[in-house]
């Protein structure tokens, strides 16, 4: 069914314009992938203390066959694949076992690089796709977003440094970081900001939020810091080694339309594209974000007396919350100083500040409107939102469903995975009334007989059409 979809709403991608740095439009996709390479290389190849090379010395507790298997059987099917040419399913299906022959290949290859001391060049390769950012002009390379492809063996090796190192991680994370952990998602902030709001509107509290933003937050990453850092927080020599061997030696190679520029080295930055890098960069903000609190001003004492929530966190995306915007002010301009310490960018033109009180005119209260996440802040906003998206989604695939050729079964299918996802997200942390529920429901009826092609004045009950 997946397949079919792919190959049904497939349109040929969108060709990149990239301008040469006099201003030329570039028609060769070489060309463009040169420039491409050249504006990259100057954002991830710079001046950083290098990480230092591995010592040819194994593991005390080397990898074994049953963490290949385990690390396997994570891996997703249908996913791209980097410079080897390895797709994930090659690797999920032929080391289903531990005692499958590839597993203990794997393990035997891995190991070797330890008492080696010699990091493959596979483990570092990158194939880096540039993408038009949503919004932003044709033309520039700022404007485009690098997807990096990684060949199947790191991404199987970070698999098994990750299940190593997740326990100490987590320990050292605070709760208010919600992202890339088991059992926390966006809904954690989205629903702790309602909640609030909800306590605003009962108890007339009046509340400040103010939302920090980063500028490439992964790319900036200084590597050696990073290394010197997890020393402490993981506490296992045989596991910082394992990152360590993951942090060197990386380069990438950016490919437009099948032509592949000359690769480069990647000096600076959480390498992207594995399971592991983004626990990386959780575990260098959060060691940021504690220089930034101690030299942060006290929490005011209205604070602590109504216990607010400090803060959240989503990856790089950070709210302070405080009954003080003086309060906040002044951790903004602590940010300011304290996060380019740690070479990380906080955007000042972009900080969001949001106030959540009571007003007179329900339409006078703009925190309803502002998003947090994916999900407006006031209930009945996002559900009017999630609605246009779902609609978007609709009209998307209208042209196949409209067919004759498809079964309506097929057809449902097709929506519960695609459409439907698109209205419930978050939907875990709407308070709903009785009209809301209505305006769904009724939203849901009317998609539901559009499928079913029962339009007036073919018409059918909800009893009927529930039971088609």
Known sequence: MFAAMRTLRFSGGTALTVCSPDGEVLAKPLDQAKVISNYFEG?????????????????????TASEVARAASRLKNGRSFGADGVPNELLKYCCSKSDDPMCTTAARIINAVFSKGEVMSALGQGILIPL?????????????????????????????VLERCKPQVNLYLPRSQSAYRQGHSTADIVFTKRILADLVMTRMWDVHILGIDLSRAFDTVDRARLLSLLKDVVNDDDTVRMIQALLTDT??????????????????GSPQGDSLSPQLFNVYYEAALRDLRRSSPPIPAEDKRLKLAAETQYADDLDFISTSSHHLEKI???????LPEWKLHANAGKTERVHICHEKDREEEEWRRKKSVGSRLGISDDIEERIQLANVAMRKMWSMWGTQHISLELKLKLFQVYVIPVILYNAG?????????YKIDSWHRKQLRLLTGHIYPNCISNVKLYNK
């Open 332 to 338: 903004h301009e602590e940010a300011m100083k304290v």
């Open 429 to 437: 942390t709407w308070g709903l009334t009785e009209q809301l529920a």
């Open 251 to 268: 380069t990438l190679a950016v490919r437009v339309r099948g032509e592949v520029a000359p690769q480069f080295q990647a000096t600076v």
């Open 132 to 160: 038009q950012k949503p919004g932003k002009p044709r033309g520039p390379c700022s404007s485009l977003r690098p997807i990096v492809l990684l060949n199947g063996l790191r991404k199987l090796f970070s698999l098994i």
């Open 43 to 63: 954002l991830f190849n710079i001046d950083a203390t290098p990480v230092p090379s591995l010592t040819a010395e194994p593991l005390r507790n080397p990898v």
